[in-house]
């Protein structure tokens, strides 16, 4: 008999801010559900079911997961087998979220002194996931140490100071991913429905075009899968003068340096889940569309067919404000043998 998967209520309560969770309030309840030892509303059927479909397992072994896990947080009970299990847990969704197999986790972490026996077994784990470890492991994944050690539920925050104020920094880390990484892209995320003619930064908050630069860097692995990792910086306002000029003089930047940049939508929520460091981004950009929405580059090449806001971009180039900015692009661009 084939053994079934019973996940975790770590993996679970993650879940809950996913896609599955979307799909169960979005699928009717079935009419014929059929035999379950628990009488539950038809809506929370739909939400077990929808829960199993991801996680691969029964929803006997979701709703067993659920009560365990309520039981013993409830009494008390092996408070401290429980958490350094939810360390180990929340590892394990990390790894799982960014679409590793065990193998290539390995391969990924091999530096570290992880080992297939030690994923084949959550004690193991356990006795390998140390501080040290787990900081590696975070700063590897570009997520928050305390969200891995379970003592905090914000999975990731942004990168400060990486781009506004900052060109040249943005630059340095762009010449070092494209150095230290087999591929480099830079996406700026907006929301459905977000205005980039929108200049005027007087409007409500809610309506300006904010964007979110994200960092994916790709490495070959071994075996041949990929090991992804997403580094979210600051968020800016479009409609904001300074932050506009700022993000288009990094974009100008990745263009010259041959970096892929791109822009993509995200749905409302999905784009809050990051602001907020609800999700990781593995998560919610592996659920959306991965089709190019917008080209951030059209705002930086005035000979481009479909070139934008040309006039601006003039006034940036020949503006005094940016001058040392420029020069210092050219020296780091002639410096990998670009010529801007």
Not at 34 to 48: K, M, N
Not at 55 to 76: E, F, N, P, R, W
Not at 216 to 243: H, I, V
Not at 303 to 314: F, G, I, Q
């Amino acid at each position: 008999m084939a053994t079934r998967f019973v996940p975790s209520l770590q993996e679970i309560l993650y879940r809950l801010v996913g896609a599955a969770t979307d799909a169960s309030l979005k699928q009717p309840a079935s009419a014929n559900p059929g035999r379950f030892p628990v009488v539950v509303r038809p809506e929370t059927r739909a939400f077990l079911e929808a829960q199993a479909a991801y996680l691969g397992g029964s929803i006997a072994g979701v709703a067993g997961a659920i009560l365990d896990g309520v039981a013993m947080a409830t009494q008390g009970r092996d408070s401290g087998a429980a958490a350094l299990r939810g360390v180990a847990e929340r590892f394990g969704i990390l790894i799982k979220e960014h679409d590793l197999s065990f193998p290539a986790a390995v391969e990924a972490l091999s530096d570290l002194g992880i080992t297939l026996a030690d994923l084949a077994s959550v004690e193991s784990l356990q006795l390998k996931l140390s501080s040290p470890v787990l900081r590696s492991v975070a700063e590897r994944f570009y997520v928050e140490y305390d969200w891995l050690a379970g003592k905090g539920d914000q999975v990731f925050r942004p990168t400060p100071h990486c781009w506004y104020k900052s060109m040249e920094v943005a630059a340095e880390k762009l010449v070092e991913a494209k150095h230290s990484c087999t591929e480099t892209e830079l996406t700026l995320f907006i929301k459905q429905g977000a205005d980039l003619e929108m200049v005027d930064d007087s409007h409500d908050w809610s309506r300006q075009p904010h964007f979110l630069p994200m960092l994916t860097r790709s490495k070959a692995l071994p075996g041949g899968e990929t090991l992804q990792t997403f580094e979210a910086w600051d968020e800016g306002r479009w409609s904001y003068q300074p932050c506009r000029e700022h993000i288009k003089l990094v974009v100008y930047f990745a263009y010259h340096l041959g970096i892929y940049v791109n822009g993509r939508h995200l749905a409302p929520a999905d784009y809050d889940l990051l602001i907020n460091g609800e999700a990781l981004p593995a998560t919610v950009i592996g659920r959306n569309p991965r089709h190019i929405s917008w080209h951030p580059d059209d705002y930086v090449i005035p000979e481009s067919a479909v070139a934008k806001e040309t006039k601006e971009w003039a006034r940036i180039v020949a503006t005094q404000e940016y001058s040392k900015t420029f020069q210092y692009f050219r020296e780091l661009l002639h410096r990998e043998g670009v010529e801007s």
